[in-house]
Structures are given as structure tokens and as C-alpha cells.
């Protein structure tokens, strides 16, 4: 994992134009809708690369393994996904929100030069 | 995202004008709105530039009332103008940093605004009145008058209240603070301006060194960006 630069963390668009001009593979996870008491807001932002290497968030760390492995699968095929956790959304995914909240993430790869 | 819009989104965030990222969730299409136009792949109505733009001046990021459209508000950073570049500017800056907030410092005294001081702040050693006109506060801009020294503090004071920047405070005691209002009056300053001015700066956490002083005003900030009742101190 890149080392953390507290001064740098939050401007996840920032790091991932380094990362594309680092020649990285990369995909973006975003928060797009909450319910209830979801630890991050809309907009809230997870790179990841084709390592796993990430930066930022989209929940209190709770999610973030499934969404870099939905991450991974998009930077391989191309294809953007909404991935929905919950708390009792145990079916679809093996993973929930202690906190009791909702979110949506959008998930989609940043294409090429 | 498409590699050229991307680009485009990080150059206008690099001219720190607004723009919004619309996204259609079935397929990933996509589309810039800007405050005068539109970029992209993604056909928008008139209806969903609309929307994008409310959103953008709201600051709120969402999804469209249908489920099928996200827009992804991108502002310009907070800005925070520090007026005074003393001991507790030095501990308020980075903070301010680490919060998101681009900070600028303004102290004509050639000894204190320097880059040793405060490396990586924008400095400026203009008089507080001209250098804050050239900074144009507007309403996603905090204000703090840390000099306690009225040649300095107060025209800068001046250009705050005429701004519509949405935290303004000033350091200073209680005695210290009713002398600045004195003067505001007589400059023509009323009730009204006085109620936007956070004075003495900060909440009452008992803080005593720079960087707890430090705390307390950013902590002030922050309720008041969020509309949050701020704290009192117990009677």
C-alpha cells in the first residue's frame, strides 16, 4: 500500500492521475446514495489499482474488501457496476455495515490514454 | 470514465472553476457539466443540466429522483484567509490544510509571512484590505483575524463583512473584541454584521496553547459549515 500522506490522501483525483501516469490500471469506487448512519457521504471516493494498492474510502472499512474485489473483476472486463450494501445484505454479499447504514457504490474503470 | 474526460475534469479542477461529472449507472456513459456548458459522450436534457448545475451551486453530490443518473459534484477547494501570521497561524494553517481547505496568509510584517514559517501556504504581504479585495472571499470561504492589532485586523474586518464568506471570527478577549465592535460602528458597521462575527475565535474549550486554540476554531468552523448549534460553555 502507497504510503500515507495525509497532506496528498484526500485528493483522490490527484493521485489517480499520478497512478495513470505511473501506467497503472485503475478503477474508481464511489458513493452514490446512503441511508441511515453510512460513514461516508455521497461522493466519497476508493481508487484502486490493478495490485490492490488503494486511496481513500467508501465506508468506515467495512466494505472496502468486497468493493476492491468488484474493482479488480471491472479493471479486467470493463464493465461499470452498482454494488448495493446493507446491513442484512448478506446474500448477495459477504459483508455488511456494523453501523447499521445503507450505500450504493458505483464502481468503473479509468480508461486508457 | 473515458481517458479525455477525465482530463478535462482535472483541468478544470486545476483552474478551480466548478464542474459536475454526470454518470447514466446502466452503461457508464458520462458528461462535464460546467457553470456554461456540457463535455461528453452522455446526451444530458436541459432538464438534467439543470439539475447538475442546482446540484453544483448546493454543493450535493446525487443520484437523479428516477435512480438512473449520478452527478458528481466537483467545487473547488474550501478556502480558508488567515490575516495575521503569528505562532497560532502556524498550528491553523496546516489543520485548515488536512481539512480540505486551501489556506492563504496575509501579514504585511515582512518577518512573519515568511516561507520558512509557513512552507506550502499561499503568502501574502499586501496591506490586509488590498490583499483580501484580490483574494475575493465568497460564500465557501472562511475568515480569521489572529493579529489582535486593529491597523491590520480591522481592514481586513471591513472587506469580511462585505463578503459572503461564511465563517468569520477574531481572535481577541471579550474587552478586546467590544473595542473592535466600537470601532466597526463608527465605521458604519451594524447589529447585524456584528452577529456574523465569531469573536472571541472559537469555541469554549478552555484551549490555551496556539495549537489548542488551534482546535477550537476549527471546530467553530466546522459546526458552522454544517449549520451545527455550536457548543457553550456551561453557565
Redesign the interface.
Known sequence: MDRYDPGQQDDILGRIAEWRRDGRRIAVATVIKTWGSSPRPVGSQLAIDDSGAMIGSVSGGCIEGAVVREAMQSIQDGKPRTLDFGVSDEQAWDVGLACGGEVKVYVERIEGQ | ???EL?DV??AH?EQKTPVAMV?R?E??AQALVTPSGTEGALDLSNAQIDEARTRMRDD????SADGTH?T???NPPLRMIIVGAVHISQLLAPMA??S?YAVSIIDPRASFATEDRFP?VELSDDWPDEAMEALKPDSRTAIVTLTHDPKLDDPALHVALKSDAFYIACLGSKRTHARRLERLREEGFTDADFQRIHGPAGLPIGAVSPAEIAISVMAEMTAVKHGTEPLRAAA
Do not use: N, Y
Open positions: 470514465m473515458q481517458a477525465f475534469l482535472m479542477r454518470t449507472l452503461d457508464g450535493r453530490s446525487g443520484i449520478f458528481h459534484v466537483h490544510t488536512l480540505g506550502d
